[in-house]
């Protein structure tokens, strides 16, 4: 069974530049989400996509966007980018509920310039 | 807002010793907790996972305690191997909020 999938693995923009970062779900999993990992702050909940809807949403900014596709693959796009979004972003797919496991995708490096 | 904290931010252990992380959590409406462990260039794994119903689970060499009248729970790691030398984030859900995590090196 193959595992998360993203890409690109590594990125590197300049501010003020807009970025997609896509994320391919395991096979049958409807749930995905995406996170933020820096090392100051961690692993930080950006949003959680389930059936094509939004089902939850972190604390960050409207620069931060998503959306989900009918084939559950998932994109997630940053505007107007800072020096402060350089970060790795993980990607991680589900069955969907709560207590089901998540399985994390290798992340994407982004450095922003 | 830090809805789950997590301790100590580094550790360090002997080669079979015994590895303890400490987790606290703020929103009692959290009804799962997992543990994940991430290794250098990967993206985290689950390791192991409880549900508030249950005080204690163990697989293996890893165990969770819960408590949840003091909302608090943590990781043991029983005869640590150079192996499990990784970073562990405690997290609890819904949605899914990690800690900020614990780098454990376990030393010959």
């Known amino acids: 069974k193959a595992g998360v999938t993203q890409t690109p693995r590594y990125l590197i923009k300049t501010r003020g530049q807009q970025v997609t970062l896509s994320c391919s779900p395991i096979s049958g999993h409807r749930s995905v989400s995406w996170y933020q990992q820096t090392p100051g702050q961690g692993l930080q909940f950006l949003f959680e996509?389930?059936?094509?809807?939004?089902?939850n949403k972190g604390n960050f900014p409207g620069r931060f966007s998503g959306r989900q596709f009918s084939n559950s693959r998932s994109e997630m796009n940053v505007s107007t980018l800072e020096l402060g979004d350089s970060a790795l972003y993980l990607c991680a797919s589900s069955l969907g509920t709560s207590d089901t496991e998540q399985f994390f995708g290798p992340g994407t490096r982004l450095t922003v310039l | 807002q830090q809805q789950v904290k997590q301790s100590p931010q580094s550790l360090i252990v002997q080669k079979g010793g015994i590895s303890i992380i400490n987790c606290a959590y703020e929103n009692t409406a959290f009804d799962y907790f997992p543990w994940y462990q991430q290794f250098p260039g990967k993206g985290p794994a689950l390791l192991i996972a409880?549900?508030?119903?249950?005080s204690e689970k163990k697989e293996g060499r890893f165990t969770i305690s819960f408590n949840k009248s003091a909302k608090q729970f943590s990781l043991h790691i029983m005869d640590s191997q150079p192996g499990d030398s990784a970073t562990y984030f405690c997290?609890?859900?819904?949605?899914?909020?990690f800690g900020k995590g614990t780098r454990l090196s376990v030393i010959a």
């Open positions: 409880i549900r508030p119903d249950v």
């Open positions: 996509y389930f059936s094509e809807t939004q089902r």
């Open positions: 997290a609890a859900s819904p949605p899914l909020v």
